[in-house]
C-alpha cells in the first residue's frame, strides 16, 4: 500500500484501485510523486522525482502509467503552452490557474464572484453549469514580487479541498 507522508493510502492508488487498475511497485511510486505534488509536473519532471525514490524507474514506465491514469479518469492532462503537456489529479474541485508566460509558472487560484457568475450566466441561458475550466495567461507586472502572488492564491485557496 502506497502511504502519504502522513502514512495514508493516497488518493491516487485509492483512485486505481477503485477502477481495477493492478497496482506494481513502480505504479505505487508514481501514484504517491504524484499525490504529493502541489505543481502540474510533466512526464520528465514525474521521472525525475519517481527515479529518486526508486532507481529502477525508467522513463518509459512512467509514459506508460501517465497514459493509464490519463485513460482512467485519474489524471487530467493540461496544456499551459510551452512543449510539454502537463498533469493534475481528476476532480480536485472548482480552481483556476493563471500561467505565467515568460515562467511558466502556474498559479492555482479560486475566486468566488468567478464561480458565482458562471452559474448565474449558465441559469440565464436555461443550463446547470456542470464543469468549467478557466486558465489566464498573463505576465508579472515589474513591481509585484512573486511571493505576493504566492501569498494571495494561497489565501485564495483555503476552503478548497486538495488531497
Given at each position: 500500500m502506497v502511504m502519504d507522508s502522513n502514512g495514508l493510502q493516497t488518493r491516487i492508488e485509492r483512485m486505481?484501485?477503485?477502477?481495477?487498475?493492478?497496482?506494481t511497485g513502480q505504479r505505487r511510486v508514481i501514484a504517491r510523486v504524484l499525490s504529493e505534488a502541489h505543481d502540474h509536473p510533466d512526464v520528465e519532471e514525474l521521472y525525475r522525482r519517481a527515479s529518486l525514490l526508486d532507481g529502477r524507474i525508467s522513463v518509459?514506465?512512467?509514459?506508460?502509467?501517465?497514459?493509464?491514469l490519463e485513460e482512467n479518469g485519474i489524471l487530467e492532462r493540461r496544456d499551459f503552452g510551452g512543449s510539454r503537456a502537463r498533469y493534475e489529479t481528476t476532480g480536485e474541485g472548482d480552481h483556476y490557474h493563471l500561467i505565467d508566460v515568460e515562467s511558466g509558472q502556474v498559479v492555482e487560484f479560486t475566486h468566488a464572484d468567478h464561480?458565482?457568475?458562471?452559474?448565474?450566466?449558465t441559469a440565464e441561458l436555461g443550463f446547470d453549469l456542470v464543469s468549467h475550466r478557466l486558465e489566464l495567461f498573463a505576465r508579472?507586472?515589474?513591481d509585484v514580487p512573486e511571493e505576493q502572488t504566492t501569498q494571495v492564491a494561497q489565501t485564495q485557496r483555503k476552503g478548497r479541498s486538495r488531497p
Amino acid at each position: 500500500m502506497v502511504m502519504d507522508s502522513n502514512g495514508l493510502q493516497t488518493r491516487i492508488e485509492r483512485m486505481c484501485i477503485e477502477r481495477g487498475l493492478k497496482m506494481t511497485g513502480q505504479r505505487r511510486v508514481i501514484a504517491r510523486v504524484l499525490s504529493e505534488a502541489h505543481d502540474h509536473p510533466d512526464v520528465e519532471e514525474l521521472y525525475r522525482r519517481a527515479s529518486l525514490l526508486d532507481g529502477r524507474i525508467s522513463v518509459a514506465t512512467v509514459y506508460r502509467t501517465v497514459r493509464l491514469l490519463e485513460e482512467n479518469g485519474i489524471l487530467e492532462r493540461r496544456d499551459f503552452g510551452g512543449s510539454r503537456a502537463r498533469y493534475e489529479t481528476t476532480g480536485e474541485g472548482d480552481h483556476y490557474h493563471l500561467i505565467d508566460v515568460e515562467s511558466g509558472q502556474v498559479v492555482e487560484f479560486t475566486h468566488a464572484d468567478h464561480a458565482e457568475l458562471l452559474r448565474r450566466i449558465t441559469a440565464e441561458l436555461g443550463f446547470d453549469l456542470v464543469s468549467h475550466r478557466l486558465e489566464l495567461f498573463a505576465r508579472r507586472l515589474p513591481d509585484v514580487p512573486e511571493e505576493q502572488t504566492t501569498q494571495v492564491a494561497q489565501t485564495q485557496r483555503k476552503g478548497r479541498s486538495r488531497p
